[in-house]
T-cell receptor, first 114, second 119 residues
Framework: AQSVSQHNHHVILSEAASLELGCNYS??????LFWYVQYPGQHLQLLLKYFSGDPLVKGIKGFEAEFIKSKFSFNLRKPSVQWSDTAEYFCAAHAHNQGGKLIFGQGTELSVKP | GAVVSQHPSRVICKSGTSVKIECRSL??????MFWYRQFPKKSLMLMAT?????????EQGVEKDKFLINHASLTLSTLTVTSAHPEDSSFYIC???????????????FGPGTRLTVL
């Protein structure tokens, strides 16, 4: 069955540190990949998505992610985090034959210390 | 664009009563809406997929008679929790998407969620 794994459950960083959150998916066919962010008390917002083309995807708020097909990975990165990036981050995937169903990873809680 | 609203944002009800939650796509037509349940410190669990004008498709383990889903129009889907019990207390989130010509499925846009507390 298709699954998405996020290896980091809770990441604590100081402001200006670099961020990389891991995401791996298990599906051999064509997938679309997403990163969503959920700020405290708010709803999920789309950070970025990969459908096809350039495997390095730029998103909002300075985030980017790289799709590495050989590693089944779609890690999220940001060169310098801010206190306002404190949130829960979810990686998600859906396969083209799954009727649009999104499979979510477990989520990674990011805490940025000012 | 791509705003999804949910109503109510919070609801408290007595055990045994039914609660209806609305999900609306405000500025686009949603061919498909999804209902999720999110537990504290947990990921989102897909409950069902709802296509306008047809019956919802429920995920394994989700009781269709307990969680009634109606997708009456391209901008509105409702989730009714029937005969609610304390274990149904949770955060329910809907999302909406619309098909584009270039992709078989499109991005999902999420509502703000509804906090249900069953006493």
């Amino acid at each position: 069955a298709q699954s998405v794994s996020q290896h980091n459950h809770h990441v604590i960083l100081s402001e200006a540190a670099s961020l990389e959150l891991g995401c791996n998916y298990s599906y051999g066919g064509t997938v679309n990949l997403f990163w969503y962010v959920q700020y405290p008390g708010q709803h999920l917002q789309l950070l970025l998505k990969y459908f096809s083309g350039d495997p390095l995807v730029k998103g909002i708020k300075g985030f980017e992610a790289e799709f590495i097909k050989s590693k089944f990975s779609f890690n999220l990165r940001k060169p310098s985090v801010q206190w306002s990036d404190t949130a829960e981050y979810f990686c998600a995937a859906h396969a083209h034959n799954q009727g649009g169903k999104l499979i979510f990873g477990q989520g990674t809680e990011l805490s940025v210390k000012p | 664009g791509a705003v999804v609203s949910q109503h109510p944002s919070r609801v408290i009800c007595k055990s045994g009563t039914s609660v209806k939650i609305e999900c609306r796509s405000l500025d686009f037509q949603a061919t498909t809406m999804f209902w999720y349940r999110q537990f504290p410190k947990k990921s989102l669990m897909l409950m069902a997929t709802s296509n306008e004008g047809s019956k919802a498709t429920y995920e394994q383990g989700v009781e269709k008679d307990k969680f009634l889903i109606n997708h009456a129009s391209l901008t509105l889907s409702t989730l009714t929790v029937t005969s609610a019990h304390p274990e149904d207390s949770s955060f329910y989130i809907c999302s909406a998407s619309s098909k584009t010509s270039s992709h078989s499925t499109d991005t999902q846009y999420f509502g703000p969620g509804t906090r249900l507390t069953v006493l």
